[in-house]
């Protein structure tokens, strides 16, 4: 386990991590990723980076409706199975356009189970930009009462526009990154409406936004946690080195981005 300190240096709470173990990340190409703690495997996966990936969202069209499921029957494009979205009768009718998320990856004959509630996901925050009412959220995993007043206070005055949920990385990062951080996903969630208006002006279903799942994957950790990032491509090492750098100052542990042949 791990025994987590909050320092408050220069105006900034910083998360300074004691670590009982050596966690380590290899990356093959885009797709293969392994996470070890202290030299023993814990996550293993490689992803064929299709299209209908977790996180993926695209511009949906309502089917029909199965009562025995309680949900609906959505088309995302996937030409060999029907994504289901788990809603009430009546809340959509057959034909009806939709932006909808995957939360489950289709299995076999069973499509993709999708959601509504688009969720964008940062280093630092979870962006929630179809909550009816904006509200600042903060992880668990933060404790004490004055980060968290600080992490609400920081969150509210990024204008309320979206509700957030501030994660662990948080805690260790200055208002500046967080800022900067909000701004590129509201960007991003832009993108994504527009791209998808588009498509559904056009009566058409799509993808409209992707991210690789090796970035999700290493998001589960706090990026302060590994002591190395191993990479072997210039990609993907560009990806952490400019989205997801870590302070090394202060005694901070830190991600170490290397790439090798």
């Not at 299709?50 to 996937?78: C, Q, W």
């Not at 980060?147 to 949920?165: P, V």
Request: proline content about 3%.
């Amino acid at each position: 386990g791990n025994f987590i300190n909050y320092q408050h240096i220069d105006g900034i709470y910083y998360m300074k991590e004691y670590e009982f173990l050596k966690r380590e990340c290899i990356i093959s190409g885009d797709s293969e990723i392994i996470i070890t703690e202290d030299g023993e495997p814990i996550l293993f996966k490689v992803s064929d980076n299709s299209k209908f990936m977790t996180s993926n969202i695209f511009a949906a069209r309502i089917k029909e409706y199965v009562p025995h499921l309680h949900s609906f029957f959505v088309d995302i494009g996937d030409p060999n199975r029907r994504a289901i979205l788990n809603e009430k009768e009546g809340d959509f009718a057959p034909g009806d356009f939709i932006m909808a998320q995957i939360t489950t990856m289709a299995r076999g004959k069973k499509g993709a189970q999708i959601t509504t509630k688009i969720r964008l996901s940062g280093a630092r925050i979870v962006l929630l930009p179809c909550e009816s009412k904006a509200a600042v959220s903060i992880s668990s995993k933060i404790n004490g009462a004055d980060l968290r007043e600080y992490l609400k206070s920081l969150g509210e005055s990024l204008g309320g526009k979206y509700s957030m949920i501030f994660r662990t990385q948080a805690a260790e990062t200055s208002a500046e990154a967080v800022e900067r951080e909000y701004k590129a996903l509201c960007e991003v969630w832009e993108s994504i409406v527009n791209k998808t208006n588009d498509l559904i002006s056009k009566g058409c279903v799509g993808l409209t936004y992707s991210r690789l799942p090796v970035v999700n994957e290493i998001l589960k950790y706090p990026l302060s946690s590994y002591t190395g990032v191993f990479v072997d491509t210039p990609e993907i090492a560009d990806i952490f080195k400019n989205n997801f750098s870590v302070s090394s100052s202060n005694g901070l542990s830190h991600a170490v981005v290397l790439v090798y042949d």
